[in-house]
């Protein structure tokens, strides 16, 4: 079984920046995608960002040019830095993994509990 661990929300200012991590640990053999969602009050849950394996990046249009995923293969870990941030990214974001776990034939797509984000004066 994949965990998925997110860190690094909490309370900032509007234009201000916060950095989320997520770490994958448990029985691995290959992870592919991961990713970023968020949900919003009352909202459901919306793409932020993906990367994949060999670093290919995909991009909500509402965060393009002010967030960046990236993911260090070695730790399975996947990051998001989140600059001039808005009211409107208020949510909480959640991870998402895919790939194998233990073996080439035990595929796996878990999520994180989520980490909160609240930007606000």
């Known amino acids: 079984q994949v965990q998925l661990v997110e860190s690094g929300g909490g309370l900032v200012q509007p234009g201000g920046s916060l950095r989320l991590s997520c770490a994958a640990s448990g029985r691995i053999f290959s992870i592919s995608d991961m990713g970023w969602y968020r949900q919003a009050p009352g909202k459901g849950r919306e793409l932020v960002a993906t990367?994949?394996?060999?670093?290919?990046?995909n991009y909500a249009g509402s965060v393009e040019g002010r967030f960046t995923i990236s993911r260090d293969n070695a730790k399975n870990t996947v990051y998001l830095q989140m600059n001039s941030l808005k009211p409107e990214d208020t949510a909480v974001y959640y991870c998402?993994?895919?790939?194998?776990?233990?073996?080439?034939?035990?595929?796996?797509?878990?999520w994180g509990r989520g980490t909160p984000v609240t930007v606000s004066s």
């Open positions: 998402n993994g895919k790939g194998y776990g233990g073996s080439p034939y035990s595929p796996f797509d878990s």
């Open positions: 990367i994949s394996s060999g670093g290919t990046t």
